[in-house]
C-alpha cells in the first residue's frame, strides 16, 4: 500500500548547521508531496509542497526535491535556529476515485542548540 | 481571518462518558477529516468528510462518530467503546478538488481517566 518513511528521531543539531530529514514514499500512482512543522502543543503547518517530479518546494530556507527515480522528498536546511525546533512530517497525497488520501510519516523531531 | 478553530485545548473525561470534539472552519472548505495523533505513530485518520451530509471511516474508526450537518462544521464524538481514547486529536480541512494541501487546526488534547 501507499506509505512514507521518515528518517528516525530525534535529531539534534548545533546552530546554523545543516539539516537533512530523509523521507522515501511508496505509491500505486503519482502523488503530491509535502513537507508539515509541528511546533509543540500546536496543529500542524504546511512547510512546503511539490505536485510533480523534479519541482523543487521552498520556505523559509527549507527546500524537498521531488525525485520520482528515488521516490524520495528530503528536507533540508543550509542553516538552521533555534527556532525550527519542532517535528517535521512528510505526507503524501493522493487522488483516488475522487477523493484524496493522504498519508503521513510518523514525524522526526529536530532540536536546535544554541 | 480565515481558519480552523478547534475547541476545547485541553478536555478531560471519565472513563465510560462519551465526549465530543468541537471543529469549525471559514475557508471555504468542502473537505474536512479528523486525526488521532499518539506520540511515535505521526497521524491516523479517523473519519473524513468530501461534501455535507456524506463522510467516510478512516483507517481507526472504531470507537469514534461524526456528523457534518453544515460545510463549516465537523463535529466529531469520542464515544465510550474507544478503548484507548487519550490522544491529541487534529481537524483540518482542505479545497476538494486538485491537490490542496491540507489546513489544520490547533488540536484538542483529550485525557480520559
Known amino acids: 500500500g501507499d506509505s512514507v518513511t521518515q528518517m528516525e528521531g530525534p535529531v539534534t543539531l548545533s546552530e546554523e548547521a545543516f539539516l537533512t530529514i530523509n523521507c522515501t514514499y511508496t505509491?500505486?500512482?503519482?502523488?503530491?508531496l509535502f513537507w508539515y512543522v509541528q511546533y509543540p502543543g500546536e496543529g500542524l503547518q504546511l512547510l512546503l509542497k511539490?505536485?510533480?517530479?523534479?519541482d523543487k518546494g521552498s520556505n523559509k530556507g527549507f527546500e524537498a526535491t521531488y525525485r520520482k527515480e528515488t521516490t524520495s522528498f528530503h528536507l533540508e536546511k543550509g542553516s538552521v535556529q533555534v527556532s525550527d525546533s519542532a517535528v517535521y512530517f512528510c505526507?503524501?497525497?493522493?487522488?483516488?476515485?475522487?477523493?484524496?488520501?493522504?498519508?503521513f510519516g510518523k514525524g522526526t523531531k529536530l532540536t536546535v542548540n544554541p | 481571518d480565515g481558519g480552523i478553530t478547534q475547541s476545547p485545548k485541553y478536555l478531560f473525561r471519565k472513563e465510560g462518558q462519551n465526549v465530543t470534539l468541537s471543529c469549525e472552519q471559514n475557508?471555504?472548505?468542502?473537505?474536512m477529516y479528523w486525526y488521532r495523533q499518539d506520540p511515535g505513530q505521526g497521524l491516523r485518520l479517523i473519519y473524513y468528510?468530501?461534501?455535507?451530509?456524506?463522510?467516510q471511516k478512516g483507517d481507526i474508526a472504531e470507537g469514534y462518530s461524526v456528523s457534518r450537518e453544515k460545510k463549516e462544521s465537523f463535529p466529531l464524538t469520542v464515544t465510550s467503546a474507544q478503548k484507548n481514547p487519550t490522544a491529541f486529536y487534529l481537524c483540518?480541512?482542505?479545497?476538494?478538488?486538485?491537490?490542496?494541501?491540507?489546513?489544520f487546526g490547533p488540536g484538542t488534547r483529550l485525557t480520559v481517566t
Open positions: 468528510s468530501q461534501i455535507v451530509n456524506d463522510f
Open positions: 505526507a503524501l497525497s493522493l487522488i483516488q476515485g475522487g477523493s484524496e488520501k493522504l498519508v
Open positions: 505509491a500505486t500512482g503519482y502523488p503530491s
Open positions: 483540518a480541512s482542505r479545497r476538494r478538488q486538485g491537490y490542496y494541501e491540507q489546513y
Open positions: 511539490a505536485t510533480k517530479a523534479d
Open positions: 475557508l471555504n472548505h468542502d473537505a
